[in-house]
């Protein structure tokens, strides 16, 4: 054990904080002062660029792990880069490169999780989750590059790599240190056009100016501040309020609806840590310039590291709403990487396409029963919510005479999804799977019942045609309305020409 992880360790003790949370957060915060060095680095120096990331990260990683796990990592980026270069053309280069990347993870999660049953939550596995990402994505737009635009899905035509980087530029992609450790990972174009002042990044105006990039001040501190403040409500409130006390008898006294009103208050402290992690690591992308997404009229976008809209998860309308703002990184790669390239142009995405996506993110995550549990009835409710939406939100939009009920309608839908997620995410904080089902039960399984409910209601029991004849009944009693109308206006412009004559 380093000197360093002694004093990160002696220090948690003291904290009373797990020692895996303390090192995330020294390797976190640590990206800020590299970013510090980085800023003084020329923008036209991309190799100086390329080889401080490499460093920096090296450093990082052997500051707290073995140098064993580091030429792992080095080595696996090595396989890839090999096998891209030479078979770039092959269609079935990606898909091999994604399931060597993606096995290879899954043995080393094997050995962690399992072989060595670790309670750690934070470990060397956590920076090749990322690798996992930019490698396997890097294999399907290096092979998208051989193809025509035409080809090429619209959505993933400006992640295709048409010019090959070389070593240096690959391996700082890679390893780019101000999202090394949680991400987000973005695609290769970003990082090419960051580091080599292009697009968005340019310095210099068409005209030949010299043009200086929005300040980073605000974006980088917002993220900050926001990482601390939330890195806070985890330490203070993640033991307090955990899934764990709905297992182990502490609160088998309480009432029903107290334990229900629990789970909705472990939700977000088992939240908070990822909303602390994600922050923390985008306010570092936006302090070096990465984050910047170019201007939205006149208001400057600094969205590119952006991995997460807590208010927009914490208040999302609806199941898609949800998904979308968390995790956003993880989700653009599933999308791009699995959903996309199981359906072909103009198909409708079927239940294998949807449970091949939520299975590839449980195996990305690990072998904990309780992963597939929350990625399973996670993926059922998608289902069900997809089409519970499709049938009842016509019925509530305009020219609907329900539109009044819209408002309703809206925390309604908030008040489900969210107290389903904080339900469906337990099994995936306690990972164990009788610690699951016992979790559920204190609850009486409410998410589940009601998700069964709806789907037996909607597609054996009539409800879908129910709502659809309601939604088609307002169309029809419109369309009737506005034909009365129109015939009484032509009535009247009848009786004006009648008078004149």
Known sequence: MSALELGLQQVATGMKVPVDVLKGAFMLTSAYFLAMLYYFIPSRASNVRHMFSIIASCSLYLSLFSLDGFLELVAMCTIVYAATYNFRSNRWMPVLTF?????????????????????????????????????????????????????????????????????????????????????????????????????????????????????????????????????????????????????????????????????????????????????????????????????????????????????????????????????????????????????????KPGLLVTFTTFLTSALWHGFHLGYYLTFVVGAFTSIVARSLRRNFRPVFMKPSKYAYLKPAYDVVGWAMTWTGINFIAAPFTLWALDKSINCWASVGFYAIYGVVWLFVWMEFLGGSKVLKGLAAGTEESDKKVAKEVAGAKRGDDNAELRKRK
């Open 99 to 347: 399931y060597y990347v993606l096995g290879h993870f899954c043995v080393r999660l094997f050995i962690v999780q399992i072989l060595t049953t670790s309670a750690k939550k934070f470990d060397a596995t956590t920076p090749m989750m990322v690798l996992v990402i930019k490698l396997t994505s890097f294999a399907w737009n290096v092979f998208d590059g051989t193809k025509k635009d035409e080809e090429i899905s619209p959505e993933l035509r400006s992640k295709t790599i048409r010019k090959f980087p070389e070593v240096l530029e690959f391996f700082g992609f890679v390893f780019f240190f101000a999202a090394f450790l949680v991400g987000p990972a973005f695609d290769f174009n970003d990082y090419r056009e960051f580091t080599n002042c292009t697009g968005v990044f340019a310095v210099e105006a068409e005209k030949g100016k010299k043009k200086k990039l929005p300040s980073r001040l605000v974006p980088t501190l917002r993220c900050l501040f926001g990482g601390i403040f939330w890195m806070g409500v985890f330490i203070k409130f993640s033991k307090e309020y955990s899934y764990e006390r709905l297992v182990d008898g502490s609160t088998a006294s309480w009432p029903a609806w107290q334990r229900f009103l629990f789970m909705q208050a472990c939700g977000v402290a088992a939240r908070s840590k990822f909303y602390s992690a994600w922050l923390m690591s985008e306010g570092a992308c936006n302090f070096v310039g990465i984050g910047y997404n170019g201007m939205k009229g006149a208001t400057p976008e600094w969205t590119r590291a952006k991995n997460v809209s807590i208010l927009g998860f914490e208040f999302a309308p609806n199941f898609k709403g949800m998904l979308d703002a968390w995790n956003m990184r993880t989700g653009f790669w599933l999308r791009n990487c699995v959903y996309l390239r199981m359906v072909k142009p103009g198909q």
